[in-house]
């Protein structure tokens, strides 16, 4: 979250969507905020499928972003970003952590 905030890309942003359109004029605007599992632990097949997409997603492009960020925030090498996208991959992938974002 810090890196994000450092390079100007939050990742609490979406949180902000509606009122920032609000601000802007727009006029009965409407939210729906879903969960999001970051793999593929839920029951529900469809948070299970939403989930498993999710896990690609961070397991695929985690990597890029760390890189850049780590790299220009906190000046992290490769060596040790790549150590710590290791541990976060194998993190993620542990169905007894049940984290998701909205």
């Known amino acids: 979250m810090e890196a994000g905030i450092l390079l100007g890309t939050p990742g609490d942003a979406p949180l902000h969507f509606k009122g920032w359109m609000e601000a802007e004029g727009f006029e009965a605007v409407s ?15 469809r948070f299970k499928d939403v989930g498993a997409l999710e896990l690609a997603n961070v ?8 890189l850049r960020a780590f790299d220009k925030c906190f000046g992290w090498s490769r060596e ?22 909205d």
């Open 31 to 45: 939210e729906n905020i879903f969960k999001v599992p970051s793999g593929p632990w839920p029951l529900q097949k």
């Open 59 to 66: 397991i695929e492009g985690g990597a890029a972003f760390s």
């Open 80 to 101: 040790q970003t790549e150590v710590f996208v290791m541990q976060m991959r194998k993190d993620i992938r542990r169905r007894d952590y049940h984290s998701y974002c």
